[in-house]
């Protein structure tokens, strides 16, 4: 049996449901814009990839010690789909599950979770806080320098640009591509 597709404003009023700090929605809506800019890139299901992004840290606020596995709860007895449980899990990889990233959208996910948070950063560091003329040079100094952004682990997203055999400057740069599409909702135009 096909688990019907969720619309973006039920993966919102879930989220929602759970979480009620601003920086943490933010941040969903980051990686929920980062998602569906790579889903469109590779061709996939824009608001599947972007429901995902979304819900990726969906227990952090209320079981910061349990994250994903209360997600993992909480989504199965929701009845959600299989694979959407396994793509939000795998962007916990060495750090909280043991589930590897293994299809692109997982890649993505795991390798832009981080990185959004850096983007973000670096934003909030600029006179205008506008993420329209950032460059991504401005991004990969602030990433080569540890003590800026200092809880953002770059070593997972180092890990994630190899899985994706990617570049992490071409990774930066649709990162904030991504962001540009959906900078009014996240408060940086």
Known sequence: MEVP???REEALALLLEYNSNDSLIRHAYAVEAVMRHFARSFGEDEEYWGNIGLLHDLDYEK???QHCSMTKVILEERRFDEKMIRAILSHGYGLCTDIKPELPLEKVLYTIDELTGLIMATVYMRPDKSIRELEMKSVLKKFKTPKFAAGVNREVILS????????VEEIIQECINGMRER???LGIT
């Open 5 to 7: 597709k969720m619309k």
């Open 63 to 65: 079981y910061p010690d």
């Open 160 to 167: 994630g640009c190899t899985m994706l055999d990617r570049s």
């Open 183 to 185: 900078a009014d909702i």
